[in-house]
């Protein structure tokens, strides 16, 4: 049974930087992508950021391109999201989720999903 288990959210102020961490058991992720998805209160889950784990191949929403940056450590099974400059509206619970196959923005696509971290940014 593939685990996931998020890391490293907090409450840090606008314009800091913070680093997720998404620690992946239970199989071998090869054929697999990974994703960060959020959800704000009042609002649906969002995709973030994607990453192929095999060829490393990656993929941005457009509101966190340029802050976020996604990688994985192969040796470790473990999803990083460092995000930089941080704004209010990046203020959310993030989520970690696997599929297998291609990377995908959208939620309902992916099998496995970690319990999520809250993130929150102070003005």
């Known amino acids: 049974q593939v685990q996931l288990v998020e890391s490293g959210g907090g409450l840090v102020q606008a314009g800091d930087s913070l680093r997720l961490s998404c620690a992946a058991s239970?199989?071998?992720?090869?054929?697999?992508?990974m994703a960060w998805f959020r959800q704000a209160p009042g609002k649906e889950r969002e995709f973030v950021a994607g990453?192929?784990?095999?060829?490393?191949?990656?993929d941005y929403a457009d509101s966190v391109k340029g802050r976020f940056t996604i990688s994985r450590d192969t040796a470790k099974n473990t999803v990083y999201l460092q995000m930089n400059s941080l704004k209010p509206e990046d203020m959310a619970v993030y989520y970690c989720?696997?599929?297998?196959?291609?990377?995908?923005?959208?939620?309902?696509?992916?099998?496995?999903w970690g319990q999520g971290t809250q993130v929150t940014v102070s003005s």
């Open positions: 989720a696997a599929r297998v196959g291609l990377m995908v923005r959208v939620a309902a696509h992916y099998d496995y």
């Open positions: 239970g199989r071998t992720f090869s054929s697999y992508a």
């Open positions: 990453i192929r784990w095999s060829v490393g191949t990656k």
